[in-house]
């Protein structure tokens, strides 16, 4: 099933969506699924210049300026779409980092954590009225079925003490993003908010194209001529087919009464501690999601309250 296929039969005229990281592989399917639902679509990226030549005629859609691994950028890009748009109905933190070379944000944090988690979370804080005005909203997270390799290492997040390893840095960061949902639902379902964590399958996109060839032939992904492997049963999916669990989490009816939970495939994953599947307990427990929210809002200095 593709993200279209999910969307076909969803009316979002008049609906707000953000997705981060909307120009370029999942997230560019995600924002044409929605678009073509009658959604108008904000685009906050890296490059604003190539954001907008991809989503070149994609109407309804507006491109914005933002750098989720600066403080400063995220903050003026939630300022000044707050003074623009008061409500966001879909929010969908789409963009992120994979197994790169150690680097570190401004204020020392490592790379992956910085910029798929802790920036989307100083994010969300940021634009939280505008969740709110929405009355019903979702938080659509982007993690991965990498989580598995990699619990949250409170004691040493970046990497200070131990050594690097960029798969731990990623799976740390995906894990978090996991957690997220948890403790982001938790502050916002007396108030409409709805939080989702998605695994959109293996997907080769342009993001992890720096990564050997040996890695990639490690899972099996590319063919003998370097073009991606498609089974979708074996996880291994189109782009199109990749976002559509992220479409599924951010409009579909079934999951009106639901939140915190881990998505695969359409449907919320199932909870193992061995199998390749499924989402690891420690990815959606609430005392760990409570500690790493503790966490990020020392770091940020932003907090949202349980009502």
Request: glycine letters at 8%; hydrophobic letters at 45%.
């Amino acid at each position: 099933m593709s993200a279209r296929e999910v969307a076909r039969d969803v009316d979002l005229t008049g609906r707000v969506a953000v997705v981060t990281g909307g120009s370029s592989g999942l997230g560019l399917e995600t924002v044409r699924a929605l678009v073509s639902s009658g959604a108008s679509v904000h685009v906050p990226a890296l490059d604003p210049v190539a954001a907008r030549a991809a989503l070149s005629g994609t109407n309804k859609v507006d491109v914005w300026p933002i750098d989720l691994a600066d403080e400063v950028s995220v903050r003026a890009f939630a300022n000044t779409f707050l003074n623009h748009r008061g409500r966001i109905d879909i929010l969908v933190l789409n963009a992120g980092i994979m197994a790169q070379p150690l680097f570190r944000d401004k204020r020392g944090h490592e790379g992956h954590f910085s910029v798929n988690f802790l920036g989307h979370y100083q994010l969300t804080a940021l634009l939280w009225p505008a969740l709110l005005a929405a009355r019903t909203s979702r938080v659509v997270v982007l993690s991965s079925r990498g989580h598995q390799i990699s619990d949250v290492n409170f004691e040493d997040i970046d990497f200070v003490r131990r050594p690097y390893d960029k798969w731990l840095a990623y799976a740390q960061s995906k894990t978090a993003n996991a957690l997220f949902a948890v403790a982001l639902d938790r502050r916002g379902q007396a108030n409409g908010v709805r939080a989702f964590a998605v695994h959109p399958g293996m997907i080769v996109t342009p993001g992890i194209r720096h990564l050997s060839r040996a890695e990639f032939d490690a899972v099996g992904v590319l063919e003998k001529d370097g073009t991606p492997v498609i089974d979708p049963a074996a996880d291994k999916k189109t782009p199109q087919q990749g976002a559509a669990t992220t479409v599924w989490c951010a409009t579909c009816t079934t999951l009106n009464s639901l939140g915190g939970v881990y998505c695969e495939n359409c449907d919320i994953a199932s909870v193992e501690t061995e199998r390749p599947y499924g989402v690891r307990p420690y990815a959606i427990d609430p005392e760990r999601a409570e500690r790493l929210w503790r966490r990020a809002a020392m770091m940020t200095g932003l907090d949202i309250e349980i009502t």
